[in-house]
């Protein structure tokens, strides 16, 4: 009987110490995917700046009013006409719906601005999230 309590009490020694092993190998994983995953959103949040540095510089070939509305439609998301009008007065003390339409017409032609799907007949603007650079 004491053979065999001993041998129970070896191969309990053995059991612990694999699972002793396991928790330091799973906790060295956990530190390396910890690693990876911060380098995966620096590199994500690196990729996403530089996009929008890219659409920014590309605005301004149709001047600062253009620059102004890609700022806007960054930070807000997607507004019409009506609501883009109303920020830039906001932020310029004028602004009139046709220069901001002639603007947005500029912005989609360079491949900056896209339209987006609204409510029913609402036309939305946005900037372009696709990049065919």
Known sequence: ???????????????????????????????????VRSILSLGSDVYKTSKKISLLSESLRAGPLAREITEILMTEGPLNISQLTNLLI???GKASRKTVAKKLRELMELGVVEIAEGKKSEKLFKVREDSSE
């Open 1 to 35: 009987m004491e053979s065999r309590i001993d041998e129970l009490v070896r191969k309990i020694n053995l059991l612990e110490e694999e699972l002793r092993k396991e928790r330091e190998l799973n906790r060295d994983i956990l530190r390396e995917l910890a690693v």
């Open 90 to 92: 906001e932020i310029r």
